[in-house]
Every structure is written in C-alpha cells, then in structure tokens.
C-alpha cells in the first residue's frame, strides 16, 4: 500500500501511457488524426488570440512585438495540421523516429539497471531485463521501418508503448531501480554507524 501510495503519480502516467498504447493498437490512424487535429486547432486558436491582441496594441508596441507574423505562423501551422492530418501521418515519419529513439535509449538505460541488478545480486532482475529488450527491439524495429505500411510502425508504437506501461507497473512494485535501493541503504548504514559512535561515546 505504501508502495501505491509512493508511486500513485507515477502510475497515473504510466496509465495514460497504456491507454494511449490501446488506442493506436486499436485505430492507429483514427486516434493520432484526432491527436493531430486538436494540436492544430489549439494553434490556430493562440494565432487568432495573436492576431486580435496585435491590433488590441498601440501601434508602437504592436510593431515591436511581432504579434501579427506570430499569430499569422501559429494559425498557417494550425490549418495545415487539420487540412492535411492524412498527408503529415503517411509522410511524415519524422515522428515515429524520434518515438523509436527515445524508447531505443530507454532501453539502453533499462539494460544498465538490469546488469546493475545481477551484478548486485538483485532478486527478480528479469523483469527489469524483459523491459529492456522489448524497448531495444520495438526501437530498432521502428527505425529499420521492415514493413509496407505505416499504419503497422503506428501500431508497433502502440505496442511499444503498451508493453514498457504494463512492465514499468511491475518494476515499480517488484524491481526497484538500483540506485534508489542503494540510496536508502546507505542511509539505514549511515544511522547504524551514527549510532554505534554514539553508543561509543
């Protein structure tokens, strides 16, 4: 429970993290349109608040502030990412890139954890070590792109994202990382000997 406790804004994210895992599972295309799509409107909208605060200003201010070419960028982006939501997923893989390397490095950084934990003799390093390998698998396959379609590299990600949300669960109630464990360690040794000087004394 205080392990629950601990962790329950942790848990919360890594929550929406499968959820979202779910949802591009489930409608790879549909869920990241509507994504794509609110982010367009939410800059269409702050270039129109952009361009009625420019002419709101005094006219010296207004001109010093560059509000119109920022309002008229911000609202130019927003049309485009709602007009063209189909084009940008299907061409636009820039993003799953990014996502696959991300996750590559947190694998990465998971197998460190892993082999820090046998080398400490941790018990149940495998979860921590099932972790890494999907992230490092699920990266590289995202990055060497083998299939025909985008809508599978979207689903992988979905998978991707699916997988580290369940095992990150796991890990945070039967795998603790390493150097929390040692922190809390050092201080219990730091008491001990605290202590034992005082009892000395």
Do not use: H
């Not at 499968?18 to 269409?44: D, H, M, Q, Y």
């Not at 952009?50 to 130019?76: C, D, H, Q």
């Amino acid at each position: 429970m205080k392990t629950l406790k601990a962790n329950l804004p942790t848990i919360i994210l890594l929550l929406l993290e499968a959820a979202v895992g779910v949802l591009l599972l489930v409608n790879p295309i549909g869920f990241t349109s509507a994504i794509i799509r609110v982010i367009g409107c939410v800059f269409a909208v702050g270039g129109l608040v952009l361009g009625v605060n420019y002419f709101r200003t005094p006219a010296k201010e207004a001109a010093a502030s560059g509000m119109l070419f920022s309002g008229l960028i911000s609202l130019l982006i927003g049309v485009l990412l709602f007009v063209k939501t189909n084009w940008l997923i299907t061409t636009f893989t820039i993003l799953l890139v990014i996502y696959a390397v991300m996750i590559l490095i947190l694998g990465l950084l998971k197998l460190q954890w892993t082999v820090d934990l046998i080398r400490m003799k941790r018990e149940k390093w495998g979860i921590s070590g099932i972790n890494a390998l999907i992230a490092v698998i699920f990266g590289l396959l995202i990055l060497l792109n083998p299939f025909k379609t985008t809508e599978i590299l979207w689903k992988l990600a979905g998978a991707a994202l699916l997988a580290q949300a369940f095992f990150d669960i796991i890990g945070l109630f039967l795998c603790p990382r390493v150097i929390v464990v040692e922190k809390a360690e050092v201080k219990v040794k730091a008491k001990e000997e605290a202590a034992e000087v005082k009892d000395g004394k």
